[in-house]
T-cell receptor, first 114, second 112 residues
Framework: DTGVSQDPRHKITKRGQNVTFRCDPI?????LYWYRQTLGQGPEFLTY????????KSRLLSDRFSAERPKGSFSTLEIQRTEQGDSAMYLC????????????FGSGTQLSVL | SQKIEQNSEALNIQEGKTATLTCNYT??????LQWYRQDPGRGPVFLLL?????KEKRKERLKVTFDTTLKQSLFHITASQPADSATYLC???????????FGPGTRLSVLP
């Protein structure tokens, strides 16, 4: 399978715990995006990377959130001290080139904070 | 900031009919609009892109239009089938042309 893969598919955690998600983009894609989606809403942009450089962060990305893409390949999204409001689907997408015209999404990680 | 609205949260139609979904945007017209399909528990899948200078684009049973005067795109599925049931998302580039702003989606149900 050469699509975007995300791990884990589901994560249940207790409030206050830290969680980390991983995304493996399509191998030749230089751009990688993180989005968050809650029920009945469209994906909301969190951050994106061009190669290993993090170029933009949404104001939704509080200090508790951090994302990395150390070698310009896979990426991780960490949420520290999780809150119930962090419960959502976290989607990763990748694209090729500097003027991406379509995104390829993974299946997402569904986070539930109890 | 850029905003995308989609006409209704849910749309039910009978199999065989044409489904029409609406996407309205604010501020200046984007260079293009995109449409994605999303099934429950899955990520969105890209369907079509229509550029600002294209009035209409077709792909199999799908047709998309782009009206810069009305600031609107219409997405049509002809001869709809129960397998077309999904949420359909409209998206545009943000102010800086670097990432995508999505609408809330329209959940389409095609009834047999």
């Amino acid at each position: 399978d050469t699509g975007v893969s995300q791990d884990p598919r589901h994560k249940i955690t207790k409030r206050g715990q830290n969680v980390t998600f991983r995304c493996d983009p399509i191998s030749e894609h230089n751009r990688l995006y993180w989005y968050r989606q809650t029920l009945g809403q469209g994906p909301e942009f969190l951050t994106y990377f061009q190669n290993e450089a993090q170029l933009e962060k949404s104001r939704l990305l509080s200090d508790r959130f951090s994302a990395e893409r150390p070698k310009g390949s896979f990426s991780t999204l960490e949420i520290q001290r999780t809150e119930q409001g962090d419960s959502a689907m976290y989607l990763c997408a990748s694209s090729l080139g500097s003027r991406a015209e379509k995104l390829f999404f993974g299946s997402g990680t569904q986070l539930s904070v109890l | 900031s850029q905003k995308i609205e989609q006409n209704s949260e849910a749309l039910n139609i009978q199999e065989g009919k044409t489904a029409t979904l609406t996407c309205n945007y604010t501020n200046y017209s984007p260079a293009y609009l995109q449409w994605y399909r999303q099934d429950p528990g899955r990520g969105p899948v890209f369907l079509l892109l229509i550029r600002e200078n294209e009035k209409e684009k077709r792909k199999e049973r799908l047709k998309v239009t782009f009206d810069t005067t009305l600031k609107q795109s219409l997405f049509h599925i002809t001869a709809s089938q129960p397998a077309d049931s999904a949420t359909y998302l409209c998206a545009r580039l943000d102010n800086y042309g670097q990432n995508f702003v999505f609408g809330p989606g329209t959940r389409l149900s095609v009834l047999p």
